[in-house]
């Protein structure tokens, strides 16, 4: 059973940090791709970071020079680490995955097959 599982949202000012972690079972981190999205109040969800099963990365432009996607295959974690926080960042943020097309890095929502339930980040002062 393909489980994905966030943890790391928060409250956090502006200008802060927070890392998030996405734990997946059920299948192996070698053969997939996950990407990290958010969707605001109001909002469409978006694509924020992706990482295809060897490691290239694709990121939003909103998330260039701030976010960093990373992968520990061992552990099968795969992290978010947010910089640089803004107000318009409060969202809720999700993984998900998709079986792997080695050097194509998954970018749509509705390329991805499993999803997790999202966590909330808060970006207020």
């Known amino acids: 059973q393909v489980q994905l599982v966030e943890s790391g949202g928060g409250s956090v000012q502006p200008g802060g940090s927070l890392k998030l972690s996405c734990a997946v079972s059920?299948?192996?981190?070698?053969?997939?791709?996950i990407g990290w999205f958010r969707q605001a109040p109001g909002k469409e969800r978006e694509a924020l970071a992706c990482?295809?099963?060897?490691?290239?990365?694709v990121y939003a432009d909103s998330a260039k020079g701030r976010f960093t996607i990373s992968r520990e295959n061992k552990k099968n974690m795969v992290h978010l680490q947010m910089n640089t926080l803004k107000p318009e960042d409060t969202a809720v943020y999700s993984c998900?995955?998709?079986?792997?097309?080695?050097?194509?890095?998954?970018?749509?929502?509705?390329?991805?097959?499993?999803w997790g339930q999202g966590t909330q980040v808060t970006v207020s002062s």
């Open positions: 998900a995955a998709r079986s792997g097309n080695p050097g194509h890095v998954y970018f749509r929502t509705d390329e991805y097959d499993y």
């Open positions: 059920g299948f192996s981190l070698d053969y997939y791709g």
């Open positions: 990482i295809d099963n060897e490691g290239n990365t």
